[in-house]
């Protein structure tokens, strides 16, 4: 839910780049707000005076073609600095006089890149240094009054500078971790050149969120789907904070639930003394087996599993007298995998972008569609949420369903429930739980032989997954010590039944994905 501030900003304008909402999140990360707007965005709204600098994003086209993404040169003349990234730096150089061609060399991943002329931009940063490139495209020739400030073997105007106008480009990608020094430079832009102070915190979201949530939803009720992670926790605390009675949080235990959580989120959300809203726990996990009775597919299981939830909604939503929002704790990395704008689709079970066909609700409440995961734990905090709540790992909409290879079984449920525990008490113990962004064990469809006292035995194999990530777009695996894993994997095959063999899965993301289906 985008937020209107009357405090100093700095908007990042949207030119189809991945990376967008990453920007303006690291923005925030520097306590000043920041928000991504569309390159259609009128000048006149820009000219807003708690504008302080504007961000051009990248972006899949190229600026010569026909009918690429474009922002004109007016908004050169609003005198506001303006930092250009990567396809917004070629927009920049092009509409201004320069040239802007295909590479002779494409540059995609980890680039040295070499600091040439002392600049505002480049404050505290090595001579050289490494930066995330992602380009076919680069800037030939630059415009006048335009200094070449940053090299690379490949891209010899790897960022520029017009100082007087305050106008820089960079080809490289700044916001992303891999550009080491990145943050840096998003900071000299922020601060130095900007003039921004550290004006926002989590506070100024929460008052501005109640605000829109407020004048979209009126008095009409709101209709949570809970399901007891982290996302929508938050969003029923700052729904509840919004809206109180008028707020309907629905508690699905479908049975894909991991290990005593289902009576955990009772306890917290039925809490009358916390909470103003209405509760309501449903227990649907017949329906849910049913549907899924037979099923192997992955694409498939996490579309009965989107359409159950939404039939279990709109039946409860039914009950309700007058009209009903639908709320939904969907989170950025969310909305990219879920195919937003040109994203391709990774994630199927997020109703993002809109409401599913047929669907009798009045609109979609998304609070924290622009918040990352980190975020989202830091909104949770600073609304009262206990910490066991706030950090706990993360957790997929179709539950233990994509934690499992292959058909779901009540049978099945129960291992991985069992493994998951050890696993989590494990990580807990020797304190890997603090330093891992997530961690679970799956179970995979293989079964192999193994000897179980003097026996011979036919049994599944566990997957254990941990990685560490920044913003849950890329991950890498958490480099465990063998001693815990051969530890976690003793306890796993001697304590739960139907386990002979345990794995652990150390493949990075991309190309893998955090879960395993």
Known sequence: MPLTMEKEMIVVLDFGGQYNELIARRIRDLSVYSEVWPFTTPLEKLKAPNIKGIVFTGGPRSVYEKDAPSIGKEIFELGKPILGICYGAQEMAYQLGGEVSPCQKKEFGLTKIQNIFQSPLLKGIPTTHDVFMSHGDSVKK?????????????????AFANEKRKLYGVQFHPEVEH????????ANFV????????????????????????????????????????DSAVTAALLDRAIGKNLICVFVDHGLLRKN???EVKEIFGDKKRFALDFRPIDASAMFFSA???????????????????????????????????????????????GLGISAKIKSHHNVGGLPKNIDFLGLVEPLDH????????????????????????????GLGIRIIGEVTK??????????????????KAGFDKQTSQYFAALSNMKSVGVKGDYRSYEYAIVLRAVKTDD????????LPYSFLARVSDRIVNEVEGVNRVLYDFTSKPPATIELE
Not at 142 to 155: M, Q, R, V
Not at 201 to 213: L, N, P, Q, T, V
């Open 142 to 158: 630059l415009p006048d009054g335009f200094t070449i400030i940053a090299k690379s073997e490949t891209t010899p105007i790897s």
């Open 179 to 186: 550009s080491v020094y990145g943050q840096t430079l998003l």
């Open 191 to 230: 601060y130095e050149i900007a003039g921004c102070k550290k004006s926002w915190k989590m506070e100024d979201f929460i008052e501005e969120s109640i605000r829109g949530i407020q004048e979209k939803v009126g008095d009409n009720a709101v209709l949570c789907a809970l399901s007891g992670g982290v």
């Open 261 to 263: 959580e289902a009576n």
């Open 292 to 338: 899924l009775k037979g099923v192997v597919e992955p694409e498939q299981k996490r579309k009965i599993i989107g359409k159950t939830f939404i039939d279990v909604f709109e039946k409860e939503e039914k009950k309700i007298t007058k009209p009903c929002f639908l709320a939904q704790g969907t989170i950025y990395p969310d909305r990219i995998e879920s």
């Open 371 to 398: 918040l990352f995961k980190d975020e989202v734990r830091r909104l949770g905090l600073a609304l009262g949420l206990p910490a066991s709540l706030v950090y706990r790992q993360p957790f997929p909409g179709p």
């Open 411 to 428: 049978e099945k449920i129960k291992i991985v429930q069992d493994a998951d525990a050890i696993y989590r008490e494990e990580m807990a």
């Open 472 to 479: 849950f777009m890329t991950a890498s695996p958490m480099d």
